[in-house]
């Protein structure tokens, strides 16, 4: 009988082993997901800096062509806006990302709005180039 009962404590000693481990890998997932978690929160405020970032730009940018301006700085600041509009397509294409479950919804159209008015801006200047280089090729033939 004594064996049946050592062998009974050394079976519940493995079982209490094995949820010891079970335990502490659970703590640390719980450990990681927490740092995941955090890391979102983080991104989040990061981009609520980012989106104010990009309105400020906007308003900069609509002052400076509110004045007459040349067309190699129309042409740079096409070059410039081009690339922003690039970079940005591509962030809120990663938002897609199903791993994200529309965590980043709110910022998806903040963004969306921030490139429709990013976009007016470019029509305007590309505009502005393309009348400057007409104004220029019409000078030239006289």
Known sequence: MTSAIENNFNAIQKKTSHALV???VILSEQEMIDGFLDKLTE???DHIKLIKEYRNLIDTTVDYLSESRNVNELISLSVAIESLIDITKRLINIFDDTRFNDFYLNEVKEYGMLMNDI?????DV????????????LLDSI
Do not use: C
């Open 126 to 137: 590309q505009g502005r180039v393309s009348n400057d280089k007409k104004l220029m090729d």
């Open 22 to 24: 079970e335990q502490k």
């Open 43 to 45: 991104t989040k405020k």
């Open 119 to 123: 976009l007016e801006i470019l029509v």
